[in-house]
C-alpha cells in the first residue's frame, strides 16, 4: 500500500476494520469452507480411493436437466454419487434451441460422455412455472419465463378446463416437462445421434417436494419414429 510521508519517516496509512456486515458475510462464507472439509474427511473416511477414482474420466450414463430449486438436488434425489450424473439446470427446466449453454451440456453428453438417457425433470410446486402461470412480473427472468408462458397458452384449453389453481400449477409443471422432451428430441444433437444408431433415450419426470418421490410422465423416447406420437398421446386431453 502506499505510504505517507511525514518529514524524514513513512507511515502506512491506518487501517480500517471490516463492518459489521462484512465480518457477517466472512463468517457465513467460512462456514461452507468448514463444512467442506468435514464432508471431504467423511467421504475419505467411508472410501479411501473416493477422490482418486473422481480424478479418472466421468462416464455418467445419465444426462439430468433440471430446475436452479435449491430443492431439488439432482444427484440426491436418485441416490447417485459425483461422477454417476451428468446435470444441467435453470429456472423451470426449460430447454431451448436457442440456449447454447444448455446445447452445449446436451452436445457433450452425448457424443463426448455416451450417456445414454436424457432425464428432463421438473417438479411440482415450481416457482417459474407458478409465476409464468400468474403472469407475475419479477424482472429480466420475465423474458426466459416467456417459454413457460408458451407452453401455458398452447394449452389453454386443458388448463381452464381443471378446478382449482394447485391443480392448473401441477398440470402445467406436467405439461412443461412433455414440451422439453419434444424440444430435446428435435434438437439436431439427438436428432443426429438417432440417425447414426446411437442408443439414446428422453425421458420426462416430475419431483414432489412434498414427498421427495419423483413421477415418470410416461415418456420415453428412442427414435424420431415414436417421439410426435408419444407427445400427442401425452396432450391428449386439450
Not at 452445449?104 to 452425448?110: E, N, P
Not at 436428432?191 to 417436494?209: M, P
Amino acid at each position: 500500500p502506499r505510504r505517507l510521508r511525514r518529514g524524514r519517516r513513512w507511515a502506512s496509512p491506518p487501517t480500517t476494520a471490516p463492518s459489521p456486515v462484512k465480518l457477517a458475510v466472512m463468517r457465513s462464507l467460512s462456514k461452507l469452507f468448514r463444512k467442506n472439509v468435514d464432508w471431504a474427511r467423511k467421504v475419505t473416511e467411508s472410501d479411501p480411493e473416493f477422490f482418486g477414482k473422481l480424478t479418472g474420466q466421468q462416464s455418467p450414463d445419465y444426462l439430468w436437466i433440471g430446475c436452479a430449486d435449491s430443492r431439488v438436488p439432482a444427484n440426491e434425489i436418485v441416490d447417485l454419487l459425483p461422477g454417476e450424473l451428468f446435470v444441467h439446470r435453470n429456472v423451470a427446466n426449460v430447454v431451448v434451441h436457442t440456449d447454447l449453454n444448455c446445447l452445449s451440456v446436451l452436445q457433450y453428453a452425448v457424443d463426448v460422455l455416451d450417456v445414454e438417457h436424457v432425464i428432463v425433470c421438473g417438479h411440482y410446486g415450481c416457482g417459474g412455472v407458478q409465476a409464468a402461470l400468474q403472469n407475475r412480473r419479477l424482472g429480466l427472468i420475465d423474458n426466459w419465463l416467456r417459454h413457460v408462458q408458451d407452453v401455458m397458452k398452447k394449452h389453454r384449453a386443458q388448463l381452464d378446463k381443471l378446478a382449482d389453481d394447485q391443480t392448473r400449477l401441477n398440470r402445467l409443471c406436467e405439461l412443461n416437462v412433455i414440451e422439453q422432451v419434444l424440444n430435446v428430441c428435435e434438437t439436431t444433437i439427438v436428432q443426429s445421434a438417432w440417425d447414426r444408431g446411437k442408443q439414446l433415450e428422453i425421458h420426462g419426470w416430475v419431483y414432489g417436494i412434498h414427498d421427495g418421490l419423483l413421477k415418470d410422465l410416461s415418456v420415453c423416447v428412442n427414435s424420431q419414429a415414436e417421439y410426435a406420437e408419444i407427445y400427442r398421446r401425452m396432450v391428449r386431453n386439450d
